[in-house]
């Protein structure tokens, strides 16, 4: 029996600007919300939740790529990434839902494997920050391969206000942070905005 609501399952490219902003709001609000929500479980449960960070090149570790995303050490930790999360997120999502999705599974599944094979002995590595140097990269990029005039506004933007800290974070001379995740997360948003990028007539520059 077929049946089911037209309009919730209706492409991206359908949905009015108002409805994508709706929609990336509340997805953005949720995600950073349950960050929050697992670091308060992290706590409570004297840091169990650390132990889905990553360890390198231990071959059970690799069940904790996607998990180690989402869980933080502190909530000084969680709270350094909740709003580039929050903006950049919005902002990628902007795009299109599905689209962001895919990027974002892109970046957190590279992004962790990443970490798996290159980081340092002896360390455990978790946080959203892969994410939100990803979607940095992605969000930089996207406009120019797009050839969209607000998208490369958007990319100028969020390089103007978030640029010196993304170059601060990838400095290998940095203690106390994983470069190596930073910097894998950055790289594979700028694949991800070639891979995803939304094809236009050859030679039109849109808005």
């Known amino acids: 029996m077929a049946g089911g609501v037209r309009g919730a399952l209706s492409p991206d490219r359908e949905w009015s600007r108002g409805d994508r902003a709706k929609a990336a709001a509340k997805l953005m ?20 939740l650390d132990d889905f960070g990553i360890m390198p090149r231990s071959v059970p570790e690799l069940v904790d790529v996607v998990p180690a995303s989402f869980i933080h050490f502190g909530f000084g930790h969680v709270a350094a990434n909740s709003v580039p999360l929050l903006v950049l997120g919005f902002l990628a999502a902007l795009g299109g839902l599905r689209r962001f999705v895919a990027v974002c599974a892109l970046i957190i599944v590279a992004d962790g494997l990443g970490v798996w094979l290159i980081s340092p002995d002896n360390t455990n590595t978790a946080g959203a920050s892969g994410v939100v140097f990803g979607l940095f990269g992605f969000l930089v990029v996207s406009g120019f391969v797009e050839r969209r005039l607000l998208g490369v506004g958007v990319g100028v933007l969020v390089a103007a206000i978030w640029g010196g800290a993304i170059l601060g974070g990838i400095a290998p001379t940095e203690t106390g ?10 790289v594979t948003g700028v694949v991800a905005a070639f ?10 520059l849109t808005a």
């Open 195 to 204: 891979l995803f990028r939304r094809r236009q007539p050859r030679g039109a």
């Open 177 to 186: 942070i994983s470069w190596q995740g930073h910097l894998i997360g950055l």
């Open 29 to 48: 609000a949720g995600w950073v919300a349950l960050l929050w929500i697992l670091e308060v479980i992290d706590v409570a449960s004297g840091n169990a």
